[in-house]
Each structure stands twice: as structure tokens, then as C-alpha cells.
């Protein structure tokens, strides 16, 4: 623990009572996190079997896990828990399944697997955006433990009423195909707790000492969980920053931290804020700052890092100067000082501000990667195929029967999958072996399930030659047989059907080519599906600008970051000017600016276009909150270079980039 300093000693060291750190951004939580699993293992002797650290993203359960085995040797780390919470809510269901009246092989359904749902719920023709507000209003709920009825006593306006009567529907639909969603995965086991105590007790010996990471991001549910985890015991330690809090429209709470010291008075709280990661001029503007909007504790960030270069605020005539202003200066900037592409990072706080950048880095022939949009693989029209793909490798997987069997609609909906999921219920199997058994015509409606079935030999014909014929072919053979292309044409404007047939087809293209390389068949190709998903994210990763949502890039860090579209009505963004609201966006500019390491650079426009008309802009009032250290200039009366000059000095640069790398 030498490399600790001496608030992080501390932390790891406390064990008498509950532990709350607050980690200021870039002070070393993880090295906090890891160390203190090894000090329990090593110096207090708790097996690692019986630690629990939960944290939000796989990639940090990951990275921790690493860093613990490291420290701890692979064999000593053995039996250690680092997950999310709802990878660990996943295990826990499994193990009690019996206890939530669910069948060992209950389905987890992702969120486009509950959105169509929630369309079958409310109708073919209700609008994709009110569907999305009724998902959006019930997982809160569901994130505040609310079940149905309480959600029905708490609705408030028209949209919350017919929400709470579309819940009762949903849960009881989700009961019938034995099938959790991505809140149930902590809701159901925090339920199953406070109702069944021999179950808790024995989860309680097992996960002896809890950290919880990120704990500002906790929401209701998941607090409820860790409290009843660490039970009279209370052997925990929390790690956040009030300063982060950032995702309330998801539910996380920030009264969580708050609530520690009502419930567990001997609480004991330790402060990081020693700075590992940017100069002082950075860490003094986001102090002043975060100093606008009151606080939970005190924490003042500093450094020994340096004063460090001046802040640049540029003023820009409109988004289009905006972007090729960015574009040039990180082209001169890279030029002049050798640095990496992924030094580099241009945030934002909305996706279609993304647009414009894309288009001038890709002009400049500069290697860029996308955080906060979609991926590939997530897309509606690549989940529809590889449902069917999910099914072919394993028929007994319920959330790919679901989705298949009804995209494209085959006249099979809600009422009879609903009536096949209570027989599967009580048949403790799935819902394709339920379809194919006898007694489901003692529960399906006759027409109905002849349709099913009709289903269920289709993919059984497809399996036997999945397993034998080149990927590729059957793989088209498929699409064809169930009339994918028309369906998208049918159901779509040309243009975005066109889009998504191409993305189809670029799909069985990718797929055919793995098979033929690899020598696999489609089947086998799918038993990895998974694995594929997980490539198309580290095929991301290299030597690239990294363009992303201030909310995406939470956690990461870079040399030289560009805040863009730094302006009202876009940070704080229009619809988020309430106090509370207010205070959210200021921690949201605050994250932005901690992400800096050595350079950080904002900008705003005078005016933007919206639709077809132009509106005038003002800058951010978070610029003036960062306090007077800033540089500011506009480059129209910066620089004396005409535009065909300037175009002339951007092709020097990008010939120089080319040769010299």
C-alpha cells in the first residue's frame, strides 16, 4: 500500500464501521477498491468468496477483477464477487429461482425484447414515442420498488394512469412466459429478501463485506439491496461523488448518499481529494463550478501536476465553423505535439451534435470512434435476425422464441403467447417444447396454435441444415422464407427500410465470410454470438478521436478534451432549468471538464441552425461559473488568414500528418 497516500490507506484500512468514501474525480478510487480486497483478504483473513465488490458496467467489473487478481494471485482471488448489481441480481435469481416462482431456465429479456411488448400491450398503432415514455415511466417505478397498485395510487396525469394499467398487464405477461426484465434482475431478489428472511440470512453469511462503487449512481432498488445484503452487520464500504451524480432520469438517486448517514449514524466518512489526472487550472474551473449548486459535503479537487495550460473558450460563428474550427485545431494541435489520435476527445451533450464533427474529421481523413450511439449489433433490424439465429443453436431460449415468432408478425400475438407461457409455466418448460406437446391445445386457441407449430417445423427444417450448409446460404434462405424484405418495406418509409435491408445484408455478408474463414457453421457461429458482440466493441478501440456524449464519458479520461455546443438551451440543456434539473446539468459540464488530463478547450456558437430557421445563442452560464482563468477568442478576429489561406495551412497539416504519422 505504499503508493497509497494517506486518506486511501485510511479508507482501506477502516473496518469498524460503515465506510463512506468520497472520491473526487481522478483519486484513485479503484486503487482504493482493489487494495481494500486485499487487505480483507490478506490482513483479516475473509476468504475472497465471502467480498462482494458491485460496480455499473462490466468493463469496470472487469478491469477490477484484473487489478484484483494482481495484486492477490489468480488462486487467492478465487470465489471473489465483481459484478454489477444486475449481473449479480442475474445469480441470484438463478440460485432462487424456486423462491420467485421461476422455472432454473427463466428468460432475461433486453430492452428491445420488452419494448415490442409494451407495442403488443398498447397496440399496433400506439406512437413509438408514447411507448417509450410508458417503458421509460414503469421501469422507474419499478427502480422505486413500486409494484403495480402503489404505481396506480402514485399516478399523477393521463400518461402515468394508462402506464400504471399497461404495468399489471406487463407483469402479469412477464409471469406467463416465466421471463425477468432488466429492473426485475434487483427488484425480484430485494423482494424475495424482505419477504423470505432463511434466504437472506444465507446470503448474508455468504457476501460477509460489500463495496459498492459509483454508490452515487444507486438508485432506490439498489440501495435497498446493498442495506439488506449487509443486514445487522453492516460491513460495507460506498465509493462516489456527489459532484458525478449525473443519471436522475434513470432513476439514480443522490439522496442515497444522504441516506447513509440517517441510516447508519456510525457511519464514517473519508475524503479523496488528491487529483491524479489533470493540472490545476482544470481542477480550479471545475471547483468553481461545482461550487454553484449546494452541497451534500465539502470537497475542494487538487493536484501537484501543475498550473498547466489556459483554458480556451472559443466563440464560433454557427455549428458548421463550430466543427471545422475543432477539426483544424486538433489536426495543429496533434501536428505540433506528436501526440496520439485517442489523446483526443470531442464531448457533447446530445447525440445529433455528433453529426457535424463526423463530417469534418472525416473530410480530414481523421480516425474517429462513437460512444453513447448505437452499436452495430443493437440495431432493431440485427437483433430480428439474430433472434432467429439465438433460436437455431437453442430452441429452448424463450426471449428469441418471442421475438422470431413475431417479426415479422405472423398473426400470433399477445393472447397467445400469453395462454403458451402459462402452460410452459406449469410444464416447467419452454415455450417452443410447450408449443410442439399435446396438452397445449388444452390452453391455445386451435387456429392459433397451428400457426405456432407451423413456426416451430420452420426452424427445426432450418437447424438441421444449419448444421451442415455454409452459413450464408441458409442464412439467406431464412430471410427470404420469412419475407424480411418485404416486411421492412411494408412496415417503414422507403428510405429507412433501404437502411436497415443494407445493414441486413452487410450482416449476412460479415457472417458468411466468419463462416467460410473459420470453417464453422452458422449454428456453431452462433453458439458465439455473444463473443461477436463483444469483438464489434474492441474492434473500437485504437488509435482514435474519441467522440461522446458528456454521459458516456463518465469514467474515461484524456490529454486534450473539446466541450462543444457549450450554450443554453444545450448545457444546461432547455428542458432541464428547474433548480433540481439545473444542478444535474451543472455536474454533467463538471464531468465534462474532469475529463481533461493536460488541455481543455470549449466552444460556443452565436447562432445555430434549428429545422429551417437560424436562432441566436448565449453562452453557457457554466462558462462564467468556471472562474476567471479562462482564455477566450473568436476566430474571426484571432486570426488574418483568408479562407482559401487557411484551407491551403489544413492541407499542409494533414500532408505532414500522413508522412510523419
Not at 87 to 102: D, M, P, T, V, W
Not at 177 to 199: G, H, K, M, S, T
Not at 378 to 402: Q, W
Request: hydrophobic share 40%; with cysteine; glycine share 6%.
Amino acid at each position: 500500500m505504499r503508493e497509497l497516500n494517506p486518506q486511501q490507506r485510511e479508507a482501506v484500512r477502516h473496518l469498524d464501521t460503515p465506510l463512506l468514501v468520497l472520491a473526487g474525480a481522478g483519486s484513485g478510487k479503484t486503487g482504493v477498491i482493489t487494495h481494500k480486497i486485499a487487505y480483507l483478504v490478506q490482513e483479516c483473513e475473509i476468504a475472497a468468496q465471502h467480498i462482494a465488490a458491485i460496480t455499473f458496467t462490466n468493463k469496470a467489473a472487469r478491469e477490477m477483477h484484473e487489478r484484483v487478481e494482481k495484486l492477490l494471485g489468480s488462486n487467492a482471488a478465487k470465489g471473489l464477487t465483481v459484478s454489477t448489481f444486475h449481473s449479480l441480481g442475474a445469480r441470484l435469481l438463478r440460485q432462487e429461482a424456486k423462491h420467485c416462482g421461476l422455472k432454473p431456465g427463466f428468460s432475461i429479456l433486453d430492452a428491445a425484447d420488452t419494448t415490442a411488448l409494451f407495442q403488443d400491450l398498447l397496440g399496433a398503432t400506439a406512437d413509438k414515442g408514447h411507448v417509450r415514455a410508458v417503458q421509460t415511466r414503469i421501469s422507474l417505478w419499478k427502480n422505486a420498488l413500486l409494484d403495480p397498485e402503489a404505481a396506480a395510487k402514485a399516478a399523477v396525469d393521463e400518461l402515468e394512469h394508462g402506464a400504471a394499467k399497461c404495468y399489471a398487464e406487463y407483469q402479469r405477461t412477464l409471469q406467463a412466459y416465466q421471463a425477468v426484465d432488466f429492473d426485475d434482475l434487483i427488484r425480484v431478489p430485494v423482494l424475495l429478501f424482505e419477504q423470505n428472511q432463511e434466504v437472506l440470512s444465507r446470503w448474508q453469511n455468504r457476501l460477509r463485506h460489500l463495496l459498492v462503487d459509483e454508490y452515487q449512481d444507486t438508485n432506490t432498488c439498489q440501495y435497498r439491496m446493498m442495506k439488506l445484503l449487509a443486514g445487522p452487520r453492516a460491513s460495507f464500504t460506498a465509493v462516489g461523488d456527489d459532484d458525478q451524480s449525473i443519471y436522475a432520469w434513470r432513476g439514480a438517486d443522490i439522496e442515497n448518499i444522504r441516506a447513509l448517514q440517517h441510516d447508519y449514524p456510525t457511519l464514517k466518512i473519508i475524503k479523496l481529494e488528491q487529483n491524479y489526472r489533470s493540472t490545476t487550472r482544470i481542477l480550479h474551473a471545475a471547483n468553481s463550478l461545482i461550487a454553484h449548486n449546494p452541497k451534500v459535503f465539502e470537497k475542494r479537487l487538487w493536484s501537484d501536476k501543475g498550473h498547466g495550460e489556459a483554458i480556451n473558450v472559443t466563440t464560433c460563428r454557427d455549428g458548421d465553423q463550430e466543427a471545422e474550427w475543432v477539426a483544424t485545431r486538433l489536426l495543429t494541435h496533434k501536428f505540433e505535439h506528436r501526440s496520439k489520435w485517442s489523446d483526443y476527445a470531442i464531448l457533447y451533450r446530445g447525440n445529433h451534435q455528433a453529426r457535424a464533427f463526423e463530417q469534418q474529421l472525416r473530410n480530414n481523413k481523421v480516425p474517429y470512434q462513437l460512444s453513447g450511439g448505437q452499436s452495430f449489433f443493437e440495431r432493431t433490424e440485427i437483433k430480428d435476425v439474430i433472434s432467429y439465429l439465438r433460436l437455431l443453436a437453442n430452441s429452448d431460449e424463450d426471449p428469441a422464441f418471442i421475438r422470431a415468432i413475431t417479426t415479422p408478425r405472423r398473426g400470433i400475438g399477445g393472447a397467445t403467447l400469453e395462454a403458451l407461457g402459462t402452460y410452459a409455466g406449469q410444464r416447467h418448460i419452454s415455450l417452443f417444447a410447450a408449443a410442439c406437446e399435446a396438452g397445449a391445445e388444452q390452453h391455445v386457441n386451435a387456429k392459433a396454435l397451428a400457426s405456432v407449430r407451423e413456426f416451430c417445423d420452420f426452424i427445426n427444417r432450418m437447424e438441421w441444415r444449419a448444421v451442415k450448409e455454409p452459413a450464408a446460404v441458409v442464412l439467406n434462405d431464412l430471410l427470404r422464407a420469412i419475407g424480411y424484405e418485404t416486411y421492412l418495406f411494408e412496415s417503414l418509409e422507403p428510405r429507412e427500410a433501404e437502411s436497415k435491408w443494407a445493414n441486413v445484408n452487410d450482416f449476412v455478408g460479415w457472417l458468411g465470410r466468419k463462416g467460410e474463414d473459420e470453417s464453422k457453421t452458422l449454428v456453431e457461429l452462433t453458439q458465439t454470438i455473444a463473443l461477436i458482440t463483444m469483438l464489434d466493441k474492441q474492434d473500437q478501440e485504437g488509435d482514435a478521436v474519441q467522440l461522446a456524449t458528456l454521459h458516456a464519458a463518465k469514467g474515461l479520461e484524456f490529454q486534450h478534451v473539446f466541450l462543444v455546443g457549450i450554450e443554453e438551451g444545450l448545457l444546461p440543456h432547455r428542458e432541464s432549468l428547474d433548480p433540481a434539473k439545473l444542478e444535474e446539468e451543472r455536474r454533467l459540464m463538471y464531468v465534462g471538464i474532469t475529463r481533461a488530463r493536460a488541455s481543455l478547450t470549449l466552444t460556443h456558437c452565436e447562432k445555430r441552425k434549428q429545422g429551417k430557421e437560424w436562432r441566436d445563442c448565449e453562452p453557457s452560464r457554466f462558462i462564467g461559473e468556471m472562474g476567471t482563468e479562462l482564455k477566450l477568442s473568436n476566430p474571426r478576429t484571432t486570426t488574418s488568414v483568408g479562407k482559401e489561406e487557411g484551407k491551403a495551412k489544413l492541407a499542409r497539416f494533414r500532408e505532414m500528418l500522413a508522412t510523419k504519422g
